[in-house]
Protein backbone atom coordinates (compact mmCIF):
# COMPACT_ATOMS: atom_id res chain seq x y z
CA UNK A 1 0.00 0.00 0.00
CA UNK A 2 1.41 3.58 -0.71
CA UNK A 3 0.32 6.81 0.04
CA UNK A 4 0.81 9.12 -2.88
CA UNK A 5 0.67 13.29 -2.85
CA UNK A 6 -0.89 14.14 -6.08
CA UNK A 7 -0.88 17.71 -7.70
CA UNK A 8 -2.49 18.67 -11.10
CA UNK A 9 -2.19 21.87 -13.09
CA UNK A 10 -2.27 21.12 -16.69
CA UNK A 11 -5.14 23.37 -17.67
CA UNK A 12 -7.71 25.40 -15.67
CA UNK A 13 -8.19 23.84 -12.34
CA UNK A 14 -5.48 23.65 -9.67
CA UNK A 15 -5.72 20.48 -7.48
CA UNK A 16 -4.04 18.26 -4.92
CA UNK A 17 -5.04 15.02 -3.54
CA UNK A 18 -3.77 12.74 -1.17
CA UNK A 19 -4.37 8.90 -2.24
CA UNK A 20 -3.64 5.10 -0.99
CA UNK A 21 -3.81 2.70 -3.68
CA UNK A 22 -7.75 3.52 -4.93
CA UNK A 23 -8.42 5.27 -1.58
CA UNK A 24 -8.74 8.70 -1.84
CA UNK A 25 -8.08 9.82 1.58
CA UNK A 26 -8.23 13.81 0.26
CA UNK A 27 -9.23 15.75 -3.13
CA UNK A 28 -9.61 19.48 -3.27
CA UNK A 29 -9.92 21.38 -6.70
CA UNK A 30 -9.41 25.01 -7.13
CA UNK A 31 -11.49 26.11 -10.65
CA UNK A 32 -10.59 29.06 -12.32
CA UNK A 33 -13.27 28.82 -14.88
CA UNK A 34 -15.04 32.00 -13.61
CA UNK A 35 -11.44 33.83 -14.65
CA UNK A 36 -11.34 32.23 -17.90
CA UNK A 37 -15.17 32.64 -18.86
CA UNK A 38 -14.88 36.41 -19.59
CA UNK A 39 -12.19 35.53 -22.54
CA UNK A 40 -14.45 32.47 -23.67
CA UNK A 41 -11.42 30.10 -22.75
CA UNK A 42 -8.59 29.17 -21.49
CA UNK A 43 -5.43 31.71 -21.27
CA UNK A 44 -2.48 30.38 -20.43
CA UNK A 45 -0.63 33.22 -19.05
CA UNK A 46 -3.88 33.73 -16.35
CA UNK A 47 -3.79 30.03 -15.84
CA UNK A 48 -0.20 29.51 -14.71
CA UNK A 49 -0.39 32.41 -12.15
CA UNK A 50 -3.92 31.47 -10.71
CA UNK A 51 -1.89 27.52 -10.39
CA UNK A 52 0.78 29.78 -8.21
CA UNK A 53 -1.28 31.25 -5.81
CA UNK A 54 -3.79 28.20 -5.33
CA UNK A 55 -1.17 25.09 -5.18
CA UNK A 56 0.15 25.19 -1.68
CA UNK A 57 -3.63 26.22 0.05
CA UNK A 58 -4.70 23.16 -1.72
CA UNK A 59 -1.66 20.92 -0.59
CA UNK A 60 -2.17 22.59 3.18
CA UNK A 61 -5.84 21.88 2.64
CA UNK A 62 -5.18 18.02 1.60
CA UNK A 63 -2.91 17.17 4.38
CA UNK A 64 -4.87 18.44 6.63
CA UNK A 65 -8.07 16.49 6.11
CA UNK A 66 -6.03 13.23 5.68
CA UNK A 67 -4.24 14.22 7.94
CA UNK A 68 -0.87 13.23 6.12
CA UNK A 69 1.56 15.30 6.31
CA UNK A 70 3.75 15.61 2.99
CA UNK A 71 6.62 14.18 5.26
CA UNK A 72 4.72 10.77 5.66
CA UNK A 73 3.84 10.19 2.01
CA UNK A 74 5.79 7.32 0.09
CA UNK A 75 5.78 9.17 -3.73
CA UNK A 76 5.08 12.45 -4.39
CA UNK A 77 3.24 12.74 -8.32
CA UNK A 78 2.55 15.41 -10.38
CA UNK A 79 0.80 15.75 -14.25
CA UNK A 80 3.82 16.69 -16.59
CA UNK A 81 2.07 16.10 -20.19
CA UNK A 82 0.15 17.17 -22.25
CA UNK A 83 -1.32 20.11 -21.29
CA UNK A 84 -0.42 23.94 -21.22
CA UNK A 85 3.65 23.90 -20.76
CA UNK A 86 3.54 27.01 -18.30
CA UNK A 87 0.56 25.72 -16.22
CA UNK A 88 2.01 21.89 -15.94
CA UNK A 89 5.07 23.57 -14.79
CA UNK A 90 3.73 24.41 -11.66
CA UNK A 91 2.65 21.30 -10.52
CA UNK A 92 6.03 19.72 -11.67
CA UNK A 93 8.04 22.25 -10.23
CA UNK A 94 6.33 21.97 -6.75
CA UNK A 95 5.98 18.40 -6.95
CA UNK A 96 9.77 17.56 -7.45
CA UNK A 97 10.86 20.14 -5.01
CA UNK A 98 8.48 18.52 -2.19
CA UNK A 99 10.12 15.17 -3.32
CA UNK A 100 13.62 16.59 -3.23
CA UNK A 101 13.05 17.89 0.40
CA UNK A 102 11.77 15.22 1.71
CA UNK A 103 13.44 12.69 0.39
CA UNK A 104 10.77 10.74 -1.77
CA UNK A 105 10.79 9.32 -4.79
CA UNK A 106 8.93 11.73 -8.14
CA UNK A 107 6.62 10.52 -10.02
CA UNK A 108 5.55 12.17 -13.20
CA UNK A 109 2.19 11.36 -14.84
CA UNK A 110 0.69 11.44 -17.72
CA UNK A 111 -2.80 13.81 -18.09
CA UNK A 112 -4.43 10.74 -20.27
CA UNK A 113 -3.56 8.04 -18.02
CA UNK A 114 -5.27 9.83 -15.28
CA UNK A 115 -8.46 10.06 -16.67
CA UNK A 116 -8.11 6.52 -17.68
CA UNK A 117 -7.18 5.74 -14.03
CA UNK A 118 -10.21 7.59 -12.56
CA UNK A 119 -12.74 4.92 -13.29
CA UNK A 120 -10.91 2.64 -10.48
CA UNK A 121 -12.05 4.98 -8.09
CA UNK A 122 -15.89 4.15 -8.49
CA UNK A 123 -16.69 0.31 -9.18
CA UNK A 124 -13.94 -2.34 -9.17
CA UNK A 125 -13.50 -3.27 -12.93
CA UNK A 126 -14.49 -7.08 -14.38
CA UNK A 127 -11.07 -9.21 -15.07
CA UNK A 128 -9.38 -8.71 -18.40
CA UNK A 129 -8.50 -6.11 -20.88
CA UNK A 130 -11.28 -3.41 -21.42
CA UNK A 131 -12.02 -0.64 -24.11
CA UNK A 132 -11.79 3.05 -22.63
CA UNK A 133 -13.56 6.45 -24.39
CA UNK A 134 -11.86 9.24 -23.05
CA UNK A 135 -13.98 12.22 -24.06
CA UNK A 136 -12.12 15.34 -22.55
CA UNK A 137 -11.33 18.89 -23.75
CA UNK A 138 -8.53 18.48 -25.51
CA UNK A 139 -9.15 14.54 -26.13
CA UNK A 140 -11.69 12.05 -27.63
CA UNK A 141 -10.15 8.80 -27.56
CA UNK A 142 -11.06 4.98 -28.08
CA UNK A 143 -8.33 2.91 -26.04
CA UNK A 144 -7.80 -0.58 -25.39
CA UNK A 145 -6.43 -0.83 -21.56
CA UNK A 146 -4.24 -4.23 -20.83
CA UNK A 147 -3.00 -3.33 -17.42
CA UNK A 148 -1.25 0.02 -16.22
CA UNK A 149 0.93 1.61 -19.32
CA UNK A 150 -0.67 -1.20 -22.25
CA UNK A 151 -2.71 1.45 -23.75
CA UNK A 152 -3.07 0.45 -27.32
CA UNK A 153 -5.55 3.44 -29.16
CA UNK A 154 -8.25 2.21 -31.80
CA UNK A 155 -9.98 5.37 -32.58
CA UNK A 156 -9.81 9.07 -32.62
CA UNK A 157 -11.06 12.82 -33.34
CA UNK A 158 -9.39 14.07 -36.55
CA UNK A 159 -10.19 17.26 -35.14
CA UNK A 160 -12.25 18.94 -32.24
CA UNK A 161 -11.91 16.89 -28.70
CA UNK A 162 -16.16 16.35 -27.89
CA UNK A 163 -15.62 18.30 -24.72
CA UNK A 164 -14.27 21.59 -27.37
CA UNK A 165 -17.41 20.96 -29.61
CA UNK A 166 -19.08 21.35 -26.76
CA UNK A 167 -17.32 24.67 -25.60
CA UNK A 168 -17.41 25.75 -29.00
CA UNK A 169 -21.24 25.42 -29.32
CA UNK A 170 -22.24 26.55 -26.26
CA UNK A 171 -20.51 29.90 -27.48
CA UNK A 172 -22.10 30.17 -30.59
CA UNK A 173 -25.42 29.64 -28.67
CA UNK A 174 -24.40 32.59 -26.26
CA UNK A 175 -24.50 29.75 -23.09
CA UNK A 176 -20.90 30.66 -21.64
CA UNK A 177 -18.07 28.64 -20.39
CA UNK A 178 -17.10 25.83 -19.83
CA UNK A 179 -19.79 24.86 -22.53
CA UNK A 180 -20.55 21.03 -21.36
CA UNK A 181 -22.54 21.61 -18.19
CA UNK A 182 -24.21 24.78 -20.00
CA UNK A 183 -25.52 22.89 -22.68
CA UNK A 184 -26.66 19.96 -20.64
CA UNK A 185 -28.47 22.76 -18.45
CA UNK A 186 -29.82 24.42 -21.37
CA UNK A 187 -31.07 21.17 -23.22
CA UNK A 188 -33.00 20.00 -19.91
CA UNK A 189 -35.36 21.62 -21.64
CA UNK A 190 -35.46 20.82 -25.35
CA UNK A 191 -36.61 18.81 -27.75
CA UNK A 192 -33.47 16.39 -28.59
CA UNK A 193 -35.46 15.66 -31.87
CA UNK A 194 -36.30 18.50 -33.15
CA UNK A 195 -33.00 19.49 -35.51
CA UNK A 196 -31.36 16.44 -37.50
CA UNK A 197 -27.28 16.82 -37.79
CA UNK A 198 -24.73 15.15 -38.85
CA UNK A 199 -22.65 12.36 -37.43
CA UNK A 200 -19.34 13.24 -38.76
CA UNK A 201 -17.65 10.68 -40.49
CA UNK A 202 -14.04 9.73 -41.41
CA UNK A 203 -13.34 8.73 -45.07
CA UNK A 204 -10.73 5.70 -45.70
CA UNK A 205 -8.85 6.29 -49.04
CA UNK A 206 -9.77 2.54 -50.18
CA UNK A 207 -13.64 4.02 -49.90
CA UNK A 208 -15.86 3.28 -46.41
CA UNK A 209 -15.62 4.79 -43.17
CA UNK A 210 -13.50 4.85 -40.43
CA UNK A 211 -15.52 3.04 -38.20
CA UNK A 212 -14.10 3.80 -34.92
CA UNK A 213 -12.55 7.64 -35.43
CA UNK A 214 -14.64 10.86 -34.58
CA UNK A 215 -14.93 14.13 -36.60
CA UNK A 216 -16.89 16.86 -35.00
CA UNK A 217 -15.83 20.20 -37.35
CA UNK A 218 -19.16 19.44 -39.54
CA UNK A 219 -21.56 18.92 -36.88
CA UNK A 220 -20.25 22.41 -35.61
CA UNK A 221 -20.84 23.61 -38.65
CA UNK A 222 -23.96 22.61 -39.48
CA UNK A 223 -25.23 23.96 -35.85
CA UNK A 224 -23.58 27.61 -37.17
CA UNK A 225 -25.88 27.54 -40.04
CA UNK A 226 -28.31 26.54 -37.92
CA UNK A 227 -27.96 29.34 -35.72
CA UNK A 228 -27.50 31.59 -38.45
CA UNK A 229 -30.79 30.99 -40.26
CA UNK A 230 -32.53 30.70 -36.94
CA UNK A 231 -31.20 34.21 -35.96
CA UNK A 232 -32.39 35.59 -39.49
CA UNK A 233 -36.23 33.93 -38.79
CA UNK A 234 -35.98 35.91 -35.28
CA UNK A 235 -35.04 39.44 -36.86
CA UNK A 236 -37.47 38.56 -39.03
CA UNK A 237 -40.19 37.76 -37.09
CA UNK A 238 -38.96 37.87 -33.67
CA UNK A 239 -39.43 34.33 -32.93
CA UNK A 240 -36.63 33.55 -30.41
CA UNK A 241 -34.02 31.16 -30.95
CA UNK A 242 -34.84 27.91 -29.46
CA UNK A 243 -31.84 27.78 -27.82
CA UNK A 244 -33.14 24.48 -25.63
CA UNK A 245 -34.35 22.68 -28.71
CA UNK A 246 -30.83 23.46 -30.40
CA UNK A 247 -28.81 22.23 -27.44
CA UNK A 248 -30.42 19.09 -26.93
CA UNK A 249 -30.72 17.86 -30.47
CA UNK A 250 -26.53 18.87 -30.39
CA UNK A 251 -26.33 17.27 -27.19
CA UNK A 252 -28.34 14.20 -28.46
CA UNK A 253 -25.92 13.85 -31.74
CA UNK A 254 -22.94 13.64 -29.76
CA UNK A 255 -23.53 11.30 -27.40
CA UNK A 256 -25.12 9.32 -29.86
CA UNK A 257 -21.78 8.98 -31.94
CA UNK A 258 -19.45 8.33 -29.14
CA UNK A 259 -21.51 5.52 -27.73
CA UNK A 260 -22.51 3.63 -31.13
CA UNK A 261 -18.66 3.92 -31.92
CA UNK A 262 -17.48 2.93 -28.79
CA UNK A 263 -19.74 -0.48 -28.71
CA UNK A 264 -19.30 -0.98 -32.35
CA UNK A 265 -15.40 -0.96 -31.43
CA UNK A 266 -15.84 -3.38 -28.24
CA UNK A 267 -17.53 -5.45 -30.01
CA UNK A 268 -15.50 -5.84 -33.17
CA UNK A 269 -13.09 -6.36 -30.95
CA UNK A 270 -13.97 -8.60 -28.59
CA UNK A 271 -13.97 -6.38 -25.67
CA UNK A 272 -16.90 -7.15 -22.94
CA UNK A 273 -16.19 -4.03 -21.09
CA UNK A 274 -16.49 -0.36 -22.13
CA UNK A 275 -15.60 2.06 -19.97
CA UNK A 276 -16.09 6.16 -19.87
CA UNK A 277 -13.65 8.83 -18.41
CA UNK A 278 -12.89 12.27 -19.31
CA UNK A 279 -14.76 15.85 -18.53
CA UNK A 280 -17.78 14.59 -20.87
CA UNK A 281 -18.03 11.67 -19.41
CA UNK A 282 -20.03 13.81 -16.72
CA UNK A 283 -22.77 14.25 -19.35
CA UNK A 284 -25.57 12.78 -17.75
CA UNK A 285 -27.33 12.24 -21.66
CA UNK A 286 -24.29 10.28 -22.55
CA UNK A 287 -24.12 8.24 -19.42
CA UNK A 288 -27.29 7.12 -19.46
CA UNK A 289 -27.14 6.50 -23.27
CA UNK A 290 -23.70 4.55 -23.01
CA UNK A 291 -26.27 2.44 -20.08
CA UNK A 292 -28.84 1.81 -22.12
CA UNK A 293 -26.89 0.67 -25.47
CA UNK A 294 -24.24 -1.52 -23.44
CA UNK A 295 -27.25 -3.48 -21.45
CA UNK A 296 -28.67 -4.05 -24.89
CA UNK A 297 -25.46 -5.22 -26.73
CA UNK A 298 -24.04 -7.41 -24.03
CA UNK A 299 -21.23 -5.49 -22.98
CA UNK A 300 -20.47 -4.50 -19.31
CA UNK A 301 -19.77 -0.56 -18.66
CA UNK A 302 -17.90 1.50 -15.55
CA UNK A 303 -18.28 5.07 -16.21
CA UNK A 304 -15.70 7.40 -14.06
CA UNK A 305 -17.53 8.82 -10.59
CA UNK A 306 -19.14 11.49 -11.14
CA UNK A 307 -16.61 14.00 -9.02
CA UNK A 308 -13.47 12.44 -11.06
CA UNK A 309 -14.40 13.49 -14.50
CA UNK A 310 -12.96 16.44 -14.81
CA UNK A 311 -9.76 17.46 -14.08
CA UNK A 312 -9.01 16.67 -10.84
CA UNK A 313 -6.05 15.07 -8.34
CA UNK A 314 -7.18 12.09 -7.15
CA UNK A 315 -7.04 10.38 -10.90
CA UNK A 316 -3.34 11.36 -10.70
CA UNK A 317 -2.93 9.54 -7.44
CA UNK A 318 -4.51 6.72 -8.55
CA UNK A 319 -2.04 6.24 -11.59
CA UNK A 320 1.02 7.15 -9.69
CA UNK A 321 -0.12 4.19 -6.80
CA UNK A 322 -0.24 1.94 -10.09
CA UNK A 323 3.27 3.44 -11.25
CA UNK A 324 4.93 2.88 -8.00
CA UNK A 325 3.32 -0.50 -7.35
CA UNK A 326 5.36 -1.55 -10.83
CA UNK A 327 8.59 -0.25 -9.03
CA UNK A 328 8.37 2.40 -11.28
CA UNK A 329 9.83 6.27 -10.72
CA UNK A 330 11.07 9.30 -12.33
CA UNK A 331 14.11 11.25 -12.58
CA UNK A 332 13.49 14.55 -10.22
CA UNK A 333 15.25 16.23 -13.54
CA UNK A 334 12.00 15.51 -15.39
CA UNK A 335 10.74 18.57 -17.25
CA UNK A 336 7.33 18.76 -18.81
CA UNK A 337 5.60 18.48 -22.82
CA UNK A 338 2.82 20.35 -24.22
CA UNK A 339 2.28 16.53 -26.21
CA UNK A 340 3.18 13.07 -25.81
CA UNK A 341 1.39 10.10 -27.04
CA UNK A 342 -0.45 7.93 -24.43
CA UNK A 343 0.95 5.16 -26.01
CA UNK A 344 4.79 6.94 -24.82
CA UNK A 345 3.93 7.32 -21.27
CA UNK A 346 6.34 4.62 -19.96
CA UNK A 347 9.06 7.45 -20.92
CA UNK A 348 8.32 9.23 -17.64
CA UNK A 349 10.13 6.71 -16.06
CA UNK A 350 13.05 6.14 -17.82
CA UNK A 351 16.46 7.27 -15.39
CA UNK A 352 17.10 9.82 -17.61
CA UNK A 353 15.06 12.51 -18.27
CA UNK A 354 12.87 12.20 -21.84
CA UNK A 355 12.79 16.26 -21.55
O1 LIG B 1 -11.26 16.38 -18.58
P1 LIG B 1 -11.49 17.85 -18.55
O2 LIG B 1 -11.85 18.49 -17.23
O3 LIG B 1 -10.25 18.64 -19.09
C1 LIG B 1 -9.45 18.18 -20.13
O4 LIG B 1 -8.57 17.33 -19.88
O5 LIG B 1 -9.73 18.63 -21.26
O6 LIG B 1 -12.64 18.14 -19.62
C2 LIG B 1 -13.18 19.42 -19.79
C3 LIG B 1 -14.24 19.34 -20.86
C4 LIG B 1 -14.77 20.71 -21.28
O7 LIG B 1 -14.73 20.80 -22.69
C5 LIG B 1 -16.21 20.71 -20.75
O8 LIG B 1 -17.09 21.47 -21.55
C6 LIG B 1 -16.55 19.23 -20.79
O9 LIG B 1 -15.37 18.58 -20.40
N1 LIG B 1 -17.65 18.91 -19.87
C7 LIG B 1 -18.84 18.44 -20.26
C8 LIG B 1 -19.63 18.36 -19.10
N2 LIG B 1 -18.88 18.76 -18.03
C9 LIG B 1 -17.66 19.09 -18.53
N3 LIG B 1 -19.30 18.13 -21.48
C10 LIG B 1 -20.58 17.71 -21.57
N4 LIG B 1 -21.42 17.62 -20.51
C11 LIG B 1 -20.98 17.92 -19.25
N5 LIG B 1 -21.82 17.83 -18.22
ZN1 LIG C 1 -8.37 16.30 -18.38
Known sequence: MAT??????????????????????????????????????????????????????????????????????????ATVAPGLVGALLVASVTGRTLA?????????????EGHLA???????????PYLVLLASGGHTELVRVDGPGRYLRLGRSHDDAAGEAFDKVARLLGLGYPGGPAIQAAAGAGDPQRFSLPKGRISLP????????????????????QVRALEQVEADTGAALPRADLAASFERVVAEVLVERSCRCALDQGLGTLVLVGGVAANQRLR???????????????????????????????????RQAAGQSSAIDLGVAARLPLAQADRLYETQAAF
Open 100 to 112: RLHGKPFLGIHHL
Open 118 to 128: SVQLGEPLPPG
Open 4 to 77: VLALETSCDESAAAVVRDSTVLASAVASQVEEHARWGGVVPEIASRRHVEALPQLIEQVCAASGVAVAAVDAVA
Open 288 to 322: QLLEQRCRRDGLQWRVAPLAYCTDNAAMIGVAACQ
Open 206 to 225: EGGFHPYDFSFSGLKTAMLR
